[in-house]
């Protein structure tokens, strides 16, 4: 944790905040504060600052605050991402909110398995503690935009176009395609197979929205690899 997230709950007063939960322990056992010391913090969608632990008791702690930093940029990025295994899915919303992405889309395609649309790692509490934990990695306070779309044919002829219109458009497929591009500075639309990877059908209505296919070599990347290995090239 490089950066204590702090919700409007947490607060006392205008600049006092007491923590009790996960922080707390964290605060304590890895960071082993002492009353006076400092910490870095943000607000929930809000600046970032500094915080004074001002009480330290057995169970919770209280900090004085002072924002006066705005979060990082994000990425000019829509990523869609076909649904992976739960235990994949749960590190790739940490991972995309560590990245910078500002917007997932997830879609099912023919090879997610039905099974992995019953998670709970879906659910929106879930899914909102798994951002969290990757934007305190990064040190952003921005919550990304997580959009459920469980149909993959009108989603993509439907609204895709509209997202990618203005954006280039990617969708990452290992084959004979052109080389993903490097160093773009606008927009991008990028899409990501599941992990048996989009089939024909999907990769050609993918490219009718605005998608084209590019590759990324001959190596077949793990799903969490290839989401942190085209953004890394492709900005
Ligand atoms: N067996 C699948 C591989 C899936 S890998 C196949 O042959 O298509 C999961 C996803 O990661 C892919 O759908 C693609 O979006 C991305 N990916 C992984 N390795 C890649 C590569 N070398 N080039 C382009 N995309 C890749």
């Not at 204590?4 to 600049?15: I, P, Q, R, T, Y």
């Amino acid at each position: 944790m490089n950066l204590l997230l702090l919700e409007e709950a947490d607060f006392v007063s205008a600049d006092r905040v007491v923590l009790a939960d996960r922080r707390f322990t964290h605060m304590q056992e890895i960071h082993g504060v002492a009353v006076g010391d400092t910490l870095r913090v943000g607000r929930i969608g809000g600046l970032m600052g500094q915080a004074t632990v001002m009480r330290l008791e057995q169970h919770e702690a209280e900090l004085q605050v002072a924002f006066d930093q705005q979060p990082p940029a994000k990425l000019p990025l829509t990523l869609v991402l076909a649904v992976p295994r739960p235990k994949m899915l749960r590190r790739l919303f940490q991972t995309i909110a560590t990245l910078g992405v500002p917007r997932l889309i997830l879609v099912n395609s023919y090879k997610v398995e039905k099974s992995f649309w019953q998670t709970p790692f879906l659910n929106p509490e879930n899914v909102r503690e798994n951002l969290i934990l990757g934007l305190e990695q990064a040190r952003d306070t921005v919550l990304p935009e997580v959009i459920i779309e469980k149909r993959f044919k009108p989603f993509v002829e439907d609204r895709l176009p509209a997202i990618a219109q203005g954006s280039l458009g990617l969708v990452a497929h290992p084959g004979a395609y052109p080389a993903c591009p490097r160093g773009i500075e606008g927009p991008v639309t990028l899409a990501i197979g599941p992990e048996g990877g989009w089939i024909p059908y999907e990769v050609d209505l993918l490219a009718k929205a605005g998608l084209a296919p590019v590759q990324l070599g001959d190596r077949i990347l793990r799903v969490e690899t290839a989401v942190t290995a085209l953004l890394s090239r492709i900005f």
